[in-house]
């Protein structure tokens, strides 16, 4: 199974930007779309972002959409998520998420994770 990691996550400012990175142990990660949920307290897992295999395709939540920007580095095993435009609702821990089927395309579901990390914590303050 493919270990993940996150980092990137912390508190900004409402506006604000973040760049959370998602580091996989070994290159099986570029064979599976890769993807972003997250969970505030109280709250349900949300989807946030994904993008398949090779970068070509991604999905995102639509209140995100036009803020966070997923991408992915096959070469160093390696996915991003780049959030702009930071809202105080944007606020929760964030988890970075492998499919569990190889060269698979469209947004995630829970269900079809098969490694998650361990999470990192964002906070938007107003």
């Known amino acids: 199974q493919v270990q993940l990691v996150e980092s990137g996550g912390g508190k900004v400012q409402a506006g604000g930007s973040l760049r959370l990175s998602c580091a996989a142990s070994?290159?099986?990660?570029?064979?599976?779309?890769v993807g972003w949920f997250r969970q505030a307290p109280a709250k349900e897992h949300e989807f946030v972002a994904s993008?398949?295999?090779?970068?070509?395709?991604?999905n995102y939540l639509d209140s995100v959409k036009g803020r966070f920007t997923i991408t992915r580095d096959n070469a160093k095993n390696t996915g991003y998520l780049q959030m702009n435009s930071l809202k105080p609702e944007d606020t929760a821990v964030y988890f970075c998420?492998?499919?569990?089927?190889?060269?698979?395309?469209?947004?995630?579901?829970?269900?079809?994770?098969?490694?998650w990390g361990q999470g990192t914590q964002v906070i938007v303050s107003s």
């Open positions: 998420a492998l499919e569990r089927f190889p060269y698979r395309s469209g947004a995630l579901s829970p269900g079809d994770v098969g490694s």
């Open positions: 070994g290159p099986a990660f570029r064979n599976y779309a």
């Open positions: 993008i398949n295999f090779n970068g070509i395709s991604s």
